[in-house]
């Protein structure tokens, strides 16, 4: 009697196992062996892991002084709209005409400068600091001809020989008060004309 060839054996006994377990339907993409399951139809994504500290904020660079404020802040707003921008700590009272009040921007670094609250008006000025800067480019450090070149209309006031006004474009209401000295710029503020904090 002749024996089986061997390889014709196996190739049985695979056919068999093969066609006696039920393959499993799976609905959604095939994922390599080994990796985990998904529970959902909805795709898994997974964002890198970061060591980077969440952002404070705008930067300095990226803010604006003018027409109406510098970034969140704005001029007009109450005591409650302004600390909520997160721009102000509390505001302290400050023996400044009009019984201002007065709030240190938050991230000035130097800590100078400062945001007036009138019990009027709400906020009625805000200083810029650092290279912020009005739409139109003036800053701090910027050369009295270069404001006067932006600024035509830039003088110094009566009896003061380093600090002038302009109308700030786009809000009729407010004004830039610019204080150069040595033919620089060493302080700006966006201010409401008729506010009543000082002067």
Request: aromatic letters at 4%; one cysteine or more; proline letters at 9%.
């Amino acid at each position: 009697m002749r024996a089986k060839p061997l390889v014709g054996t196996l190739t049985c006994l695979l056919l068999v196992t093969a066609c006696s377990s039920p393959v499993q339907h799976q609905d959604g993409d095939a994922a390599p062996a080994g990796s985990p399951a998904q529970t959902t139809g909805a795709p898994v994504t997974t964002a890198p892991a970061s060591s980077a500290p969440p952002s404070s904020g705008a930067t300095t660079a990226s803010l604006v002084l003018g027409p109406v404020g510098i970034g969140s802040l704005k001029l007009g707003m109450t005591k409650q709209q302004a600390t909520a921008t997160g721009m102000l700590p509390a505001f302290d009272r400050t023996p400044a005409p009009g019984n201002c009040a007065v709030s240190h921007l938050r991230d000035d670094p130097t800590g100078t400068a400062t945001a007036l609250l009138s019990p009027t008006l709400g906020i009625a000025a805000i200083n810029a600091y650092g290279s912020v800067k009005t739409p139109e480019g003036v800053h701090v450090g910027t050369s009295r001809a270069e404001v006067i070149r932006i600024y035509p209309g830039w003088q110094a006031s009566a009896g003061d020989s380093f600090r002038g006004y302009v109308k700030v474009p786009g809000n009729d209401n407010a004004e830039y008060r610019i204080a150069i000295t040595n033919g620089t710029v060493t302080a700006l503020t966006l201010q409401y004309k008729n506010q009543d904090c000082y002067e």
